[in-house]
């Protein structure tokens, strides 16, 4: 079985400050991570994945992505939030093939203050 | 490239009418395809898959159904709408493999009245 858990549901940052998103999981399997970003009323985007490559992986829009194996963590990170990145983000696992094979995060939602 | 369409965007339909959503994808041949329900400030629900034509698993027992009349089309339906079906609907596709990630169609809010 996998899960994933994203510790936190809101997450408010000023702008031009730092982002940290968090994300765990539990898999049986060596899994393949993904973080994709919805605003209101769109659908999901893909901003990055982790297919056991490198264990940085960077996406679009400067966010970029660790995954630590020990920790079973997969954590966003962007260096200087922008307002355009207020939306919801999701992290989820994929542990095998097959089309029920995606575990979805709650989400969290990013603030922006300005 | 692969595009996946989505409509309507939005839908406004009375209690006890039916409802049918229609996605479809270009560019790839015999995807993986998904239904996902998310409702208001709640994460994604998989309602339907499907890995071929009228190949359709159901994860949630509930008032929809759904339809793959072909390769790349996925038809999400209802009968008789309860006001518990509101909520934005989501078309995903992937491909066929291991660990493939998810494209998603833009979204159909629907709103039961």
């Known amino acids: 079985a996998q899960s994933v858990t994203q510790l936190d549901s809101h997450v408010s940052v000023s702008e031009g400050t730092p982002v940290l998103l968090r994300c765990n999981y539990s898999?049986?399997?060596?899994?393949?991570l993904f973080w994709y970003v919805q605003h209101p009323n769109k659908g999901l985007q893909l901003l990055l994945k982790y297919t056991s490559a490198a264990t940085l992986v960077k996406g679009i829009n400067g966010f970029e992505a660790e995954f630590k194996k020990s920790e079973t963590s997969f954590h966003l990170t962007k260096p200087s939030a922008h307002m355009s990145d207020a939306a919801e983000y999701f992290c989820?696992?994929?542990?095998?093939?097959?089309?029920?094979?995606?575990?979805f995060g709650k989400g969290t939602h990013l603030i922006i203050q300005p | 490239s692969q595009t996946i369409h989505q409509w309507p965007a939005t839908l406004v339909q009375p209690v006890g009418s039916p409802l049918s959503l229609e996605c479809t994808v270009e560019?790839?041949?015999?995807?993986?395809l998904y239904w996902y329900r998310q409702a208001a400030g709640r994460g994604l629900q998989l309602l339907f898959y499907s890995v071929g034509i009228g190949q359709i698993s159901s994860e949630v027992p509930q008032n929809l159904s759904a339809s793959r009349p072909q390769d790349r089309q996925f038809i999400l339906s209802s009968k008789k709408l309860l006001l518990s079906d509101s909520g934005f609907y989501l078309c995903?596709?992937?491909?066929?493999?291991?660990?493939?990630?998810?494209?998603f169609g833009q979204g159909t809010r629907l709103t039961v009245v």
């Open positions: 989820v696992v994929s542990v095998r093939g097959g089309a029920d094979g995606l575990t």
């Open positions: 995903a596709w992937t491909l066929i493999g291991l660990n493939t990630e998810a494209f």
């Open positions: 560019g790839t041949s015999n995807p993986n």
């Open positions: 898999s049986s399997y060596s899994p393949s």
